[in-house]
């Protein structure tokens, strides 16, 4: 099993997260600067972003979609809530994989040469994450499961990712105690975005 993604990647993480719980082995492929507009460089995927899932012939994109074919693959008890049909839990993965996208825009505009500030596209854009986050601060039941689940798995991604790129001030104190806790785990931090990528599972790209 080969993920391609990159050591920050916030969307491959979700991906990473349920893989390391399930304790299932696979190779992390870093495909580089995601900025690249070379559909080869994302294991052909013509979105040119990751991840990619590449398991037994069998090629995925789409974190979400590749969340769900593993738990069907690897845990059809679902003990994360992967497939879950809960509206609000599926409304809060909506409102967290739209800061992550929102987030992207910017953080690419930045790395391409283009000032996101002046522009109301990325003013947009950052407003986006501001009411996704207050939003999510409003909904903090939703994350205070005993177990871990999905959903939280998503929060610590999107979480770690913002607070790195300093993207936006992060006043949300709920949110923050959520990711601190789920954040003790061993599991959790070995996949945080400055952690090496783990030598056991890495393989360079092209391997
Ligand atoms: N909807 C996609 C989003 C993936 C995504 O935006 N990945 C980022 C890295 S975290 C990327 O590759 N961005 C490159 C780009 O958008 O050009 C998913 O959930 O897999």
Not at 78 to 97: E, S
């Amino acid at each position: 099993m080969k993920l391609f993604a990159t050591p920050k990647s916030h969307f491959s993480r979700k991906i990473r997260l349920l893989l390391d719980h399930w304790e299932q082995p696979y190779q992390l492929i870093d495909v580089g600067n995601v900025a690249t507009a070379d559909p080869t460089q994302f294991h052909h995927n013509p979105a040119m972003q990751v991840p990619v899932l590449e398991d037994d012939g069998v090629v995925l994109l789409e974190s979400d979609h590749i969340a769900s074919y593993l738990t069907r693959k690897l845990d059809p008890a679902d003990r994360f809530g992967v497939n879950t049909q809960q509206p609000d839990i599926l409304n809060a993965r909506a409102v967290m994989n739209n800061i992550m996208a929102n987030e992207v825009k910017l953080i690419l505009a930045a790395r391409t040469g283009l000032d996101p500030k002046p522009h109301a596209y990325f003013q947009k854009a950052e407003q986006g994450i501001r009411h996704g986050l207050r939003w999510l601060e409003d909904h903090i039941s939703l994350f205070q499961a005993t177990q871990p689940s999905y959903a939280d798995f998503h929060l610590i991604c999107m979480w770690d990712h913002l607070d790195l790129y300093e993207t936006v001030t992060l006043p949300y104190p709920q949110l923050r105690d959520i990711v601190a806790k789920r954040s003790q785990s061993a599991v959790i931090r070995a996949s945080h975005p400055l952690a090496p990528f783990d030598p056991k599972i890495t393989v360079a790209p092209n391997d």
